[in-house]
């Protein structure tokens, strides 16, 4: 169980992979372009507009893959403190162990000796 989840590091990296890509479409994006007196303002408003739903799609696929990459962290941390947990019990048993009384020599019988 533990080994499938210690898998989640490749999702994480790749997750991180499709941030940065994400990211350096919408920096590709730049700012909307300026308005041309030359055009008429509808064709100004449909560059915008398309402007626009490029910058839209690419935000929400970042907000989508960094809502996967949270996911994927959570699922890591988790698995973590369930390791975590496990440890601390492995070191709860193993001191208790140690800190067994063992029996002493005056609770023996003493062995019978030659006359």
């Known amino acids: 169980m533990i080994l499938k989840k210690i898998g989640a590091g ?13 990211q350096a479409d919408l920096a590709r994006l730049g700012d909307p372009s300026s308005d041309i007196p030359e055009l008429v ?7 915008s507009n398309e402007y626009l739903q490029k ?4 935000q929400n696929e970042l907000i989508a893959t960094y809502e996967k990459y949270s996911n994927a962290l959570e699922e890591l941390l988790s698995t973590l403190f369930e390791i975590q947990n496990e440890l601390k019990e492995i070191v709860k048993e193993q001191s ?4 067994k009384p063992k029996r002493s020599s005056k609770t023996r019988k003493p ?3 030659k006359k």
């Open 111 to 113: 062995k019978n000796t």
């Open 10 to 22: 490749e999702i994480i990296y790749e997750l991180r992979k499709q941030i940065q890509q994400a």
């Open 96 to 99: 208790s162990m140690l800190s």
């Open 41 to 47: 303002d509808t064709a100004n408003l449909i560059r």
């Open 55 to 58: 910058a839209n799609t690419k």
